[in-house]
């Protein structure tokens, strides 16, 4: 019976330390997955000092680390988005 429990431990211990394993290699897949440069957005509207909408204003976004820009139009609503 002793060796029946034993070995009953041996398996729960052994499915425990399975488990946790899967469950670091999914934390560590996700917190690496947070990571992954480029997944931001940016998006506005445009408007003058009145408080009006400027439709069809050009919009420059520049990244600081890179200096690589990108560009969009506002739409008739004053509305851009990156």
Do not use: E
């Not at 934390?27 to 509207?45: E, M």
């Not at 445009?46 to 600081?64: E, K, P």
Request: hydrophobic residues 45%; positive net charge.
């Amino acid at each position: 019976m002793q060796s029946r429990r034993k070995s009953l431990r041996q398996r729960c211990r052994w499915c425990v330390q399975i488990i946790a394993s899967l469950a670091a290699v999914l934390g560590c897949a996700l917190v690496g997955h947070a990571q992954i440069a480029g997944t931001a957005s940016v998006q506005g509207t445009v408007t003058d000092v009145s408080g009006a909408v400027v439709a069809n204003a050009t919009i420059t976004i520049v990244n600081a680390s890179t200096r690589v820009q990108q560009q969009t139009k506002s739409d008739g609503s004053g509305v851009y988005a990156f």
